[in-house]
C-alpha cells in the first residue's frame, strides 16, 4: 500500500485507497479539467471536495500541496520512480496525465507541441480572462459603478473566443480530428462564460457558428458529462 504520510493534505482529506490518485478540486471550470481527463483515460481516482465557499484552499493542509491556493491539485502515488508525485496547476496536470498514460496527447512531436500551445493558451489567456468578465458580470463587480474594468474584459473575452473560432475553421476539435487536452482545457470554460456567467450576449456569442458546434460535441462525451460534477457538492 502506497505511503502519503509525507502529504499533510491527507491528514485533512485521507485517501480511501491511497493506491489510487488523489484529486483535490471542486467542479469549476479549472476544477472540472482534471476530472473530465481522469474519466476519458479510466485512471481510478479519489476525489475530495475543497470548499473554495468556506475558504479551504487558503488552510495549511491545502496550501501544503498547492502553494498557490488554487484548485485543482493531486497527488499520484504512482509517479516517476514508483514515487508518489504531487502536483498543483490544471494545465501541468493535464500534460503529465497525458504523457503518464500515452492518452489525448498526440505523439508527433510537432502536433504535441503545438497541443501544448493551446493549453497554454487557456492557462494565460481563455481562463483568466472568462473569469474576471465572470466577476464583474455576474459576482461583486458588477455592483462597481465604475464599468470601464467590466468592459475591458468584454472586449477581449469578445477576441479570444474569435480566436477559438477562427482555430476551428474546417476543424472538428482544436487539434483537427484529433479530441486532445487542448479541448479538455477549455471546454469548462466556454460552458461557463454562456451559461453559469451568463456573459454570452456581452461577448456576442449568438454570431459564432464553430465554437457552439465544438462545444456541443464536446459536452455529448460521457466522460465530459461525468467529469463536470465531480466531485460532488456535498
Known amino acids: ?3 502519503l504520510s509525507a502529504f499533510p493534505i491527507t491528514k485533512k482529506w485521507p485517501a480511501k485507497d491511497p493506491n489510487v490518485l488523489q484529486l483535490y478540486s471542486a467542479p469549476t471550470p479549472n476544477g472540472v479539467k482534471v476530472s473530465i481527463m481522469l474519466e476519458e483515460i479510466g485512471l ?22 498547492n502553494p498557490n491556493g488554487k484548485i485543482p491539485a ?4 504512482n509517479g ?3 514515487k508518489p508525485l504531487g502536483l498543483f496547476e490544471s494545465g501541468a496536470i493535464l500534460l503529465y496525465l497525458a504523457e503518464k498514460t500515452g492518452k489525448l496527447l498526440p505523439t508527433d512531436p510537432a502536433k504535441r507541441h503545438e497541443t501544448i500551445q493551446w493549453v497554454f493558451f487557456q492557462m494565460a489567456s481563455l481562463g483568466p480572462m472568462f473569469g474576471q468578465l465572470g466577476f464583474f458580470h455576474k459576482f461583486a463587480g458588477k455592483d462597481i459603478e465604475d464599468k470601464r474594468p467590466r468592459d475591458r474584459y468584454v472586449k477581449e473575452s469578445h477576441r479570444l473566443i474569435r480566436v477559438i473560432e477562427s482555430r476551428l475553421e474546417g476543424r472538428d476539435w482544436i487539434m483537427g480530428d484529433e479530441y486532445t487536452i487542448a479541448d479538455i482545457s477549455m ?27 465544438w462545444l456541443e460535441r464536446g459536452l455529448a462525451r460521457p466522460a465530459v458529462q461525468r467529469g463536470l460534477e465531480i466531485p460532488k457538492r456535498p
Open 1 to 3: 500500500m502506497a505511503d
Open 44 to 65: 481510478p481516482y479519489e476525489p475530495h471536495f475543497i470548499n473554495i465557499g468556506e475558504n479551504e484552499t487558503w488552510g495549511p493542509e491545502f496550501l501544503s500541496l
Open 74 to 77: 493531486i497527488i499520484d502515488p
Open 80 to 82: 516517476p520512480g514508483d
Open 187 to 213: 471546454l469548462g470554460w466556454v460552458r461557463n462564460l454562456i451559461g453559469f456567467y451568463g456573459a454570452g450576449e456581452l461577448v456576442e456569442y449568438g454570431e459564432l457558428k464553430r465554437v457552439p458546434q
